[in-house]
């Protein structure tokens, strides 16, 4: 018995050690980060995962525990300025430019890139770049919430701009003829979306309109953190960290 005693006495001891020098650390004794994001794990279930590994990989590197969980582009965004969510990715780099979420701090150091592409019937022109979207004067579709389309080409389309909420009703819309062109940010999930509907020979891949770095934002109370997060994420560029999570995703 005493034998005993003296051996958890002396682990007790080691622990409390490791725990001194840094070398142990208790899960639930990290500080915790909550971030949201717009990115629908039913509509993109592969980049919902994606970002659910990097954000975890970042607080790893800064000794930080981690959640994601998704809302809705607006129900995101006002979480993160009332202080509900820490923060929120996903978001392109002048998303501040209008002034509306003043409460958030961008975190300058790319974390992915948005690939806004047009879908549509093998038939219509191909784009390269929203002016040719305006030139053409066409229906087009996007995803609510998106805020870059709205701010591209909204102004200039007027009610051409039609908005969807799902990848499957957009796909739905072009085949029923409500618009020439369905503007998806995630060409993964809409070619899934494309076979899992076998419309593989009704709808193609038109071109590309634009690529956009994407970001993280946290609320500004954690304004100290913003630089940590960014070492963590250009870290996480520069030792290949990020391309082989990005390569996984693909495959």
């Not at 040719?132 to 004067?137: C, E, G, Q, S, T």
């Not at 909420?165 to 979306?193: P, Q």
Request: glycine share 6%; hydrophobic share 45%.
């Amino acid at each position: 018995m005493c034998g005993s005693i003296q051996k958890l006495a002396a682990t007790s001891a080691l622990l409390l050690t490791m725990v001194s020098h840094g070398q142990f650390v208790y899960a639930h004794a990290l500080p915790s980060l909550k971030i949201v994001t717009l990115v629908n794990p039913a509509e993109k279930p592969a980049l919902f995962s994606l970002f659910e590994k990097i954000n975890t990989e970042i607080c790893r590197r800064m000794h930080y525990a981690c959640t994601l969980s998704y809302a809705p582009p607006a129900r995101a965004a006002a979480m993160v300025e009332t202080g509900e969510m820490d923060g929120e990715n996903y978001r392109i780099f002048d998303f501040l430019k209008d002034g509306r979420n003043p409460h958030h701090v961008r975190v300058d150091a790319p974390l992915y890139v948005a690939t806004f592409m047009a879908w549509g019937k093998p038939l219509a022109p191909k784009v390269s770049s929203w002016q040719d979207l305006i030139a053409l004067d066409r229906d087009v579709i996007y995803l609510f919430g998106s805020k870059i389309v709205v701010n591209r080409i909204g102004e200039a389309m007027g009610k051409k701009l039609q908005i969807t909420h799902s990848v499957e009703s957009g796909l739905n819309m072009l085949m029923a003829n409500r618009a020439s062109y369905f503007i998806g940010t995630d060409g993964f999930s809409v070619e899934h979306k494309i076979k899992e509907l076998q419309l593989q020979n009704a709808i193609v891949n038109l071109g590309i309109v634009e690529k956009a770095d994407t970001y993280m934002y946290l609320n500004e109370k954690h304004v100290a953190l913003v630089p940590k997060m960014k070492e963590a994420i250009e870290q996480m560029r520069k030792d290949g960290t990020l391309q082989n999570l990005l390569r996984e995703m693909q495959n």
